[in-house]
Protein backbone atom coordinates (compact mmCIF):
# COMPACT_ATOMS: atom_id res chain seq x y z
CA UNK A 1 0.00 0.00 0.00
CA UNK A 2 1.05 3.72 -0.39
CA UNK A 3 3.22 5.57 2.10
CA UNK A 4 2.24 9.27 3.34
CA UNK A 5 3.94 11.70 4.51
CA UNK A 6 2.05 14.22 6.28
CA UNK A 7 3.68 17.48 7.43
CA UNK A 8 3.34 19.53 10.27
CA UNK A 9 2.90 16.62 12.36
CA UNK A 10 1.42 19.36 15.04
CA UNK A 11 1.17 23.35 15.39
CA UNK A 12 0.13 25.38 17.57
CA UNK A 13 -1.41 28.72 15.65
CA UNK A 14 -2.79 32.27 16.36
CA UNK A 15 -6.24 32.70 15.42
CA UNK A 16 -6.67 34.82 12.27
CA UNK A 17 -3.83 33.33 10.66
CA UNK A 18 -3.58 30.30 8.02
CA UNK A 19 -2.10 27.20 7.69
CA UNK A 20 -0.91 24.70 5.05
CA UNK A 21 -0.79 21.07 5.33
CA UNK A 22 1.31 19.31 3.16
CA UNK A 23 0.40 15.33 2.18
CA UNK A 24 2.89 13.66 -0.17
CA UNK A 25 2.90 9.86 -1.04
CA UNK A 26 5.46 7.54 -2.60
CA UNK A 27 3.32 6.69 -5.74
CA UNK A 28 0.89 8.11 -7.98
CA UNK A 29 -2.64 8.28 -7.21
CA UNK A 30 -5.65 8.95 -9.14
CA UNK A 31 -8.06 10.46 -5.50
CA UNK A 32 -6.82 12.01 -2.75
CA UNK A 33 -8.95 12.51 0.33
CA UNK A 34 -9.14 15.50 3.11
CA UNK A 35 -10.58 15.04 6.70
CA UNK A 36 -10.99 16.31 9.94
CA UNK A 37 -11.17 14.76 13.07
CA UNK A 38 -12.25 16.97 16.00
CA UNK A 39 -11.61 16.25 19.50
CA UNK A 40 -13.08 12.79 20.57
CA UNK A 41 -15.10 12.83 17.20
CA UNK A 42 -15.16 10.69 13.84
CA UNK A 43 -13.45 11.65 10.61
CA UNK A 44 -15.37 14.16 8.95
CA UNK A 45 -14.53 14.57 4.97
CA UNK A 46 -13.84 17.78 3.82
CA UNK A 47 -12.85 17.54 0.42
CA UNK A 48 -11.87 15.30 -2.23
CA UNK A 49 -8.87 16.44 -4.59
CA UNK A 50 -8.21 15.08 -8.48
CA UNK A 51 -5.39 16.19 -10.31
CA UNK A 52 -6.19 18.49 -12.54
CA UNK A 53 -9.54 19.86 -11.40
CA UNK A 54 -10.81 21.34 -8.67
CA UNK A 55 -11.43 19.88 -5.25
CA UNK A 56 -14.75 18.66 -4.50
CA UNK A 57 -16.25 19.63 -1.13
CA UNK A 58 -18.48 18.28 1.14
CA UNK A 59 -21.64 20.10 2.79
CA UNK A 60 -20.47 22.27 5.03
CA UNK A 61 -17.17 22.57 3.81
CA UNK A 62 -16.16 25.76 1.61
CA UNK A 63 -13.37 26.73 -0.95
CA UNK A 64 -12.35 30.18 0.58
CA UNK A 65 -12.03 28.34 4.35
CA UNK A 66 -10.25 25.41 3.30
CA UNK A 67 -8.28 25.59 -0.40
CA UNK A 68 -6.79 23.01 -1.66
CA UNK A 69 -4.36 21.95 -4.32
CA UNK A 70 -3.35 19.23 -6.31
CA UNK A 71 -0.72 19.69 -8.49
CA UNK A 72 0.59 16.43 -9.46
CA UNK A 73 -0.68 12.95 -8.71
CA UNK A 74 1.75 12.72 -5.49
CA UNK A 75 1.20 15.68 -3.85
CA UNK A 76 -1.60 17.85 -2.38
CA UNK A 77 -1.86 20.72 0.36
CA UNK A 78 -4.58 21.86 2.80
CA UNK A 79 -4.94 25.01 3.50
CA UNK A 80 -6.76 26.45 7.10
CA UNK A 81 -7.68 29.70 6.21
CA UNK A 82 -8.24 32.65 8.78
CA UNK A 83 -8.42 30.09 11.81
CA UNK A 84 -10.41 30.46 14.99
CA UNK A 85 -10.34 27.92 18.24
CA UNK A 86 -12.88 26.05 16.49
CA UNK A 87 -10.57 24.52 13.44
CA UNK A 88 -8.33 22.80 16.31
CA UNK A 89 -8.54 19.62 14.91
CA UNK A 90 -6.51 16.46 13.83
CA UNK A 91 -6.82 17.06 9.91
CA UNK A 92 -5.79 13.69 8.03
CA UNK A 93 -4.90 12.90 4.27
CA UNK A 94 -6.08 9.72 2.81
CA UNK A 95 -5.44 8.28 -0.76
CA UNK A 96 -7.13 5.52 -2.91
CA UNK A 97 -3.81 3.73 -4.71
CA UNK A 98 -3.87 2.09 -8.23
CA UNK A 99 -5.06 -1.79 -7.86
CA UNK A 100 -4.28 -1.65 -4.34
CA UNK A 101 -6.33 -4.32 -2.40
CA UNK A 102 -5.75 -2.41 0.73
CA UNK A 103 -8.66 0.12 0.40
CA UNK A 104 -7.29 3.21 1.42
CA UNK A 105 -4.05 5.15 3.34
CA UNK A 106 -4.14 7.63 5.78
CA UNK A 107 -1.78 10.09 6.95
CA UNK A 108 -0.30 10.26 10.55
CA UNK A 109 -2.63 13.39 10.64
CA UNK A 110 -1.28 17.32 11.34
CA UNK A 111 -2.85 17.94 15.57
CA UNK A 112 -3.81 21.89 14.99
CA UNK A 113 -4.13 23.51 18.08
CA UNK A 114 -5.60 27.17 17.51
CA UNK A 115 -4.76 29.86 20.25
CA UNK B 1 -23.40 4.75 0.97
CA UNK B 2 -25.46 2.50 3.36
CA UNK B 3 -25.33 3.63 7.56
CA UNK B 4 -24.19 1.53 9.83
CA UNK B 5 -24.74 0.70 13.76
CA UNK B 6 -21.71 -0.31 16.07
CA UNK B 7 -21.55 -0.51 19.49
CA UNK B 8 -19.90 2.41 21.30
CA UNK B 9 -17.85 0.15 23.38
CA UNK B 10 -16.55 -3.15 24.30
CA UNK B 11 -14.34 -4.69 25.99
CA UNK B 12 -12.51 -7.75 25.41
CA UNK B 13 -9.78 -9.37 27.87
CA UNK B 14 -6.32 -10.43 26.02
CA UNK B 15 -6.25 -13.46 24.40
CA UNK B 16 -9.76 -14.22 24.28
CA UNK B 17 -11.39 -13.19 20.87
CA UNK B 18 -12.67 -9.84 19.90
CA UNK B 19 -16.14 -10.16 17.96
CA UNK B 20 -17.24 -6.55 16.99
CA UNK B 21 -20.68 -6.40 15.19
CA UNK B 22 -21.96 -4.14 12.58
CA UNK B 23 -25.45 -3.70 11.83
CA UNK B 24 -25.54 -2.35 7.99
CA UNK B 25 -29.47 -3.59 7.04
CA UNK B 26 -29.97 -0.80 3.80
CA UNK B 27 -26.98 -2.23 2.53
CA UNK B 28 -26.60 -2.05 -1.35
CA UNK B 29 -26.13 -5.45 -3.74
CA UNK B 30 -22.80 -3.37 -5.22
CA UNK B 31 -22.09 -2.17 -1.67
CA UNK B 32 -18.57 -3.50 0.58
CA UNK B 33 -18.02 -4.08 3.67
CA UNK B 34 -14.86 -2.58 5.45
CA UNK B 35 -13.25 -1.95 8.60
CA UNK B 36 -10.75 0.40 9.63
CA UNK B 37 -8.76 0.98 13.21
CA UNK B 38 -7.46 4.06 14.26
CA UNK B 39 -5.23 3.36 17.56
CA UNK B 40 -4.62 6.71 19.12
CA UNK B 41 -3.08 9.74 17.76
CA UNK B 42 -2.92 7.77 14.92
CA UNK B 43 -4.56 7.53 11.12
CA UNK B 44 -7.08 4.70 10.78
CA UNK B 45 -5.48 1.59 9.76
CA UNK B 46 -7.05 -0.46 7.11
CA UNK B 47 -7.87 -4.08 8.39
CA UNK B 48 -10.14 -6.01 6.26
CA UNK B 49 -13.20 -5.84 3.24
CA UNK B 50 -15.50 -8.12 1.91
CA UNK B 51 -18.69 -8.01 -0.35
CA UNK B 52 -20.51 -11.33 0.67
CA UNK B 53 -17.96 -14.26 1.42
CA UNK B 54 -16.52 -14.68 4.51
CA UNK B 55 -12.78 -13.13 4.36
CA UNK B 56 -9.92 -13.83 6.52
CA UNK B 57 -6.55 -12.18 6.63
CA UNK B 58 -3.13 -12.02 9.09
CA UNK B 59 -5.02 -9.16 11.02
CA UNK B 60 -8.85 -10.79 11.21
CA UNK B 61 -11.71 -12.77 9.99
CA UNK B 62 -14.57 -10.73 8.42
CA UNK B 63 -18.04 -13.18 8.87
CA UNK B 64 -20.59 -11.60 6.67
CA UNK B 65 -24.47 -12.74 7.56
CA UNK B 66 -26.45 -14.37 4.52
CA UNK B 67 -28.76 -11.46 3.64
CA UNK B 68 -25.78 -9.22 4.29
CA UNK B 69 -27.64 -6.59 7.18
CA UNK B 70 -24.92 -7.46 9.11
CA UNK B 71 -21.48 -8.56 9.92
CA UNK B 72 -19.02 -9.19 12.64
CA UNK B 73 -14.73 -8.34 13.01
CA UNK B 74 -13.19 -10.98 14.81
CA UNK B 75 -9.85 -10.36 16.09
CA UNK B 76 -8.48 -14.32 16.98
CA UNK B 77 -6.54 -13.90 19.71
CA UNK B 78 -6.98 -10.00 20.99
CA UNK B 79 -3.61 -8.24 22.69
CA UNK B 80 -3.13 -4.75 24.25
CA UNK B 81 -2.21 -3.44 21.37
CA UNK B 82 -5.51 -4.08 20.00
CA UNK B 83 -7.34 -1.27 21.78
CA UNK B 84 -8.72 1.32 19.57
CA UNK B 85 -11.75 2.82 17.99
CA UNK B 86 -13.01 0.41 15.14
CA UNK B 87 -14.93 1.69 12.47
CA UNK B 88 -17.16 -0.36 10.37
CA UNK B 89 -18.27 1.35 6.84
CA UNK B 90 -20.00 0.44 3.50
CA UNK B 91 -19.09 1.57 0.38
CA UNK B 92 -19.95 1.39 -3.23
CA UNK B 93 -16.86 -1.10 -5.00
CA UNK B 94 -14.05 -3.01 -3.48
CA UNK B 95 -9.91 -1.79 -3.47
CA UNK B 96 -9.42 -1.00 -6.89
CA UNK B 97 -12.58 1.34 -7.21
CA UNK B 98 -12.65 4.56 -5.56
CA UNK B 99 -14.67 7.02 -3.75
CA UNK B 100 -15.47 8.45 -0.23
CA UNK B 101 -15.13 6.72 3.00
CA UNK B 102 -17.77 7.63 5.05
CA UNK B 103 -17.29 6.83 9.06
CA UNK B 104 -19.36 6.68 12.01
CA UNK B 105 -18.84 6.92 15.44
CA UNK B 106 -16.98 3.30 15.79
CA UNK B 107 -16.38 1.52 18.52
CA UNK B 108 -14.08 1.73 21.33
CA UNK B 109 -12.18 -1.76 21.91
CA UNK B 110 -10.36 -1.94 25.18
CA UNK B 111 -8.59 -5.15 25.45
CA UNK B 112 -7.44 -5.59 29.13
CA UNK B 113 -4.92 -7.32 31.22
Known amino acids: SAVISQKPSRDICQRGTSLTIQCQVD?????MFWYRQQPGQSLTLIAT?????????ESGFVIDKFPISRPNLTFSTLTVSNMSPEDSSIYLC????????????FGSGTRLTVV | DAKTTQPPSMDCAEGRAANLPCNHS???????VYWYRQIHSQGPQYIIH???NNETNEMASLIITEDRKSSTLILPHATLRDTAVYYC??????????????FGQGTILTVHP
Open chain 1, 94 to 105: SVAGQGSIYGYT
Open chain 1, 27 to 31: SQVTM
Open chain 1, 49 to 57: ANQGSEATY
Open chain 2, 26 to 32: TISGNEY
Open chain 2, 50 to 52: GLK
Open chain 2, 89 to 102: IVRVGGGTSYGKLT
